[in-house]
């Protein structure tokens, strides 16, 4: 039986889509509430970013209760960077005892990238290792071995990059992943087709539902700020030509444009199982990228 | 070898104001190394602390110097004794082990860090240092090809690279290689690759109750109590 309606989904050959929120720095949640009712009957699951970038914010299963109570379906984004084993095990009982289910398993981003990079980076399991945990307390024991008094029962995903531009070692860390028991996948972002394609043909054998990460760009500017600043990132140099195309202050249409036919051509061809649509702060446009890329409607 | 990096002066000053007889002391060992504390800088702080003392006219002080071969060993700190005896402060330019001798030898005295000590490493060139080694207690070079990812990767992570990755740089700072492709490429060329398809389960951070204490299975007498 399946964990989620996420989960269902996960195994009905939809097409699914998800998309995330970043929670506010402070404790002001009205925004992140109005984006909760916005999206929640538009998309499939919306994840909660676990202090994204390493900046420090509203925590990502606060977040995720929020998602819950206002009937949504939330996606725990959780990092290794902030807790350690202990914590990560509390945190994980808490989730699932609230009805917070997917998992979402990261290392997280290094603490340097953030606005506390004096913290101390934590470190103690990786993103494979958080994948077999949960496993193990689905067996109904800690990592320790101590029997748990009630096992939780969790759907997990990962994240795995295919425009790397070296990539024969993801897919190494991908595999792993796998075996340790994620079930889907959310890419970071995809700007090149040919990548994803690529990943494909690879990924197929596995049976694992991949959802192609979407990122929403501004501008040609942001575009080379995420080449220059955000780990692992690269847009390809045709879609930075076609944002600097747009004319003054239509840069945000531009990217919504662009990404709708991603997802469009992506769902057309039946590149992959679904889409996960990153708007980086601009949380309100995603029902008109959904809009442009004809998958109003979905869910249906 | 231990590699540290000498405090800025004005620090130094200010460690050093309420004692009128200082003994600057030096390490010929790893901080001779690494340009930090070995005889030559001994003598230019000495110099050092002389010329800002006379501009800022705050505190007559007395230096002495010298530099023994190894602070972290007792045996040479018995070469002090008598020096120690005739001055109220020792400021060490031994790394923290070497402080720390000092002050566990001399309790009455007050023993001052003169460098940071920042990592064990290797030279890459000359003044150029990079750390190696995190002392983690538990080596697993064998599988990652002779390539340390819990000291050079930022994460210390076992199972392969982030998806952060740019360039074969880290994503904490450019300058930097990912371990991460360094393994994965070394072990490609040592056609060992599938060490890096194993699953590495989490450390076992047991191995590193602090403080350590190794005793040599080949000696008769472990010494005092540890504690
Ligand atoms: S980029 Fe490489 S070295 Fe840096 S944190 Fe990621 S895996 Fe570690």
Redesign the interface.
């Given at each position: 039986m399946a964990n989620s309606l996420f989960e269902e989904k996960l195994y009905s050959n939809e097409f699914l889509v998800t998309t995330e929120i970043g929670p506010p720095k402070g404790a002001d949640i009205s925004e992140m509430v109005h984006h909760i009712d916005l999206l929640k009957d538009k998309v499939d699951a919306i994840n909660i970013t676990d202090h994204q970038s390493s900046v420090m914010r509203f925590p990502s299963l606060g977040g995720c209760l929020l998602v819950k109570e206002h009937g949504g379906e939330p996606i725990l984004q959780m990092t290794c960077r902030d807790r350690n084993r202990l914590a990560l095990q509390a945190d994980l009982l808490l989730a699932y005892s609230r009805g917070i289910v997917n998992v979402l398993c990261l290392t997280g981003d290094s603490v340097d990238a953030g606005d506390h990079d004096e913290a101390k980076p934590v470190f103690d399991l990786d993103s494979v290792q958080l994948l077999k945990m949960i496993r193990i307390m689905e067996s109904g024991t800690d990592i320790a071995g101590k029997e748990l008094k009630g096992a939780p029962n969790f759907c997990t995903g990962a994240s795995v990059h295919p425009e790397a531009d070296f990539i024969e070692p993801q897919l190494i860390k991908f595999e792993k992943k796998v075996s340790a028991g994620a079930q889907f996948f959310q890419t970071q972002g995809i700007f090149d087709l040919g990548s994803l394609r690529r990943f494909m043909q690879y990924a197929s054998q596995f049976n694992v539902k991949i959802l192609a990460g979407i990122i929403v760009l501004a501008s040609a500017r942001m575009a080379r700020y995420m080449n220059d600043n955000v780990p692992g990132i690269i847009v390809a140099q045709a879609i930075i030509d076609e944002l600097a195309s747009a004319g003054k202050g239509k840069g945000l249409q531009k990217g919504i444009e662009v990404a709708a036919r991603l997802i469009r051509t992506i769902k057309e061809e039946n590149l992959c199982h679904g889409v996960h649509v990153m708007a980086v702060g601009n949380e309100g446009i995603v029902p008109d990228i959904l809009e442009a890329a004809e998958l109003v409607g979905v869910p249906s | 070898m231990i590699v540290a990096e000498q405090k800025p002066l004005d620090e130094i000053s200010r460690m050093i104001a309420s004692y009128e007889r200082v003994l600057i002391l030096g390490c010929g060992t790893c901080m001779t190394v690494c340009d930090a504390g070995g005889e030559r800088e001994v003598s230019f702080l000495h110099n050092a602390l002389r010329v800002a003392q006379s501009k800022i006219g705050n505190g007559i002080h007395i230096f002495w110097e010298y530099t023994l071969k190894r602070q972290c060993d007792p045996e040479f700190l018995e070469l002090i004794v008598e020096r120690v005896a005739e001055v109220d402060a020792v400021l060490s330019l031994g790394c923290g082990i070497g402080v720390q001798a000092v002050a566990e030898r001399f309790p009455e005295l007050p023993s001052l860090p003169g460098v940071n000590t920042s990592f064990m490493g290797m030279t890459r060139e000359t003044g150029v240092w990079d750390e190696r080694c995190a002392a983690c207690g538990d080596c697993r070079l064998e599988d990652t090809a002779g390539i340390c990812p819990i000291t050079r990767c930022?994460?210390?992570?076992?199972?392969?690279?982030?998806?952060?990755?740019?360039?074969?740089k880290?994503?904490?700072?450019k300058d930097m290689d990912c371990a991460?492709?360094l393994v994965?490429e070394r072990l490609e060329k040592l056609a060992q690759?599938e060490r890096?398809?194993r699953?590495?389960?989490?450390?076992n951070?047991r191995t590193i109750p602090r403080p350590r204490r190794i005793i040599s299975k080949t000696s008769v007498d472990p010494g005092e109590e540890y504690g």
């Open positions: - | 930022i994460k210390g992570i076992l199972n392969g690279p982030c998806a952060g990755t740019k360039n074969g880290c994503e904490a700072n991460w492709l994965y690759l890096m398809r699953y590495y389960p989490p450390r951070f």
